[in-house]
């Protein structure tokens, strides 16, 4: 079975300071690594997702991700935030199981706090 | 195009009553997904249906919760009776056929008193 631990509930950040969220996973077999944001009283959006191939994966709203297979990590990152990215992060991985679906697994979340 | 949608967004019901979620899936796409989010934890998987029969409902928590997916169409998610710890967000998603990205929908939030 596979699981995802995100480090940090919250992450309280100034505006335009950089800011990480961390994902780490373990799985038995290889998966698709993706992260989904929740914007308040909405669903969950796709930010980004690792199917294969580099490593570093660009998003929507300027995040991006670095798939590390050997520390088995996916963490996100943002270099300047803005208030506007207050929400919170969902690090999900993917599988192909032996029923043919791709499940998902999430992690618990983080709420990022933005502060003027 | 629309997105999945999900009805009602909120519902407050009594212990007891019966609740019935319902989701509209993307057109065309044939994997529908059902997770909940409770009290603030991990989103869990619920069941997953492909068109309309059930490909897994490993997730599903007891015999109280009912799913169905009239003609691979909209799906309906019903808890009879509901108990206290149903509360949470439930979400659905979809998508299509060998795709790897799953749309989600804004979530059903459901409060048992």
């Known amino acids: 079975a596979q699981s995802v631990t995100q480090l940090d509930s919250q992450v309280p950040v100034f505006e335009e300071a950089p800011v990480e969220l961390r994902c780490n996973y373990s799985?038995?077999?290889?998966?698709?690594l993706f992260w989904y944001v929740q914007y308040p009283n909405q669903g969950l959006q796709l930010l980004l997702k690792?199917?294969?191939?580099?490593?570093l994966v660009k998003g929507i709203n300027g995040f991006e991700a670095e798939f590390n297979k050997s520390q088995t990590s996916f963490h996100l990152r943002k270099p300047s935030v803005h208030i506007s990215d207050t929400a919170e992060y969902f690090c999900a991985v993917s599988v192909f199981m032996d029923t043919g679906r791709r499940a998902l697994t999430f992690g618990s979340g983080t709420r990022l706090q933005v502060q003027p | 195009e629309a997105g999945v949608t999900q009805f009602p967004s909120h519902s407050v019901i009594e212990k007891g009553q019966t609740v019935t979620l319902r989701c509209d899936p993307i057109s065309g796409h044939d994997n529908l997904y059902w997770y909940r989010r409770v009290m603030g934890k991990e989103i869990k998987f619920l069941l997953h249906?492909?068109?309309?029969?059930?490909?897994?409902e490993s997730g599903m928590p007891n015999n109280r919760f009912l799913a169905e997916r009239t003609g691979g169409t909209y799906s309906t998610l019903k808890v009879q009776p509901a108990e206290l710890e149903d509360s949470g967000v439930y979400f659905c998603?979809?998508?299509?056929?060998?795709?790897?990205?799953?749309?989600f929908g804004q979530g059903t939030r459901l409060t048992v008193v």
């Open positions: 249906f492909v068109k309309e029969s059930k490909q897994d």
């Open positions: 690792y199917l294969s191939g580099s490593t």
């Open positions: 799985s038995s077999v290889s998966v698709y």
């Open positions: 998603a979809s998508s299509q056929a060998g795709g790897t990205e799953a749309f």
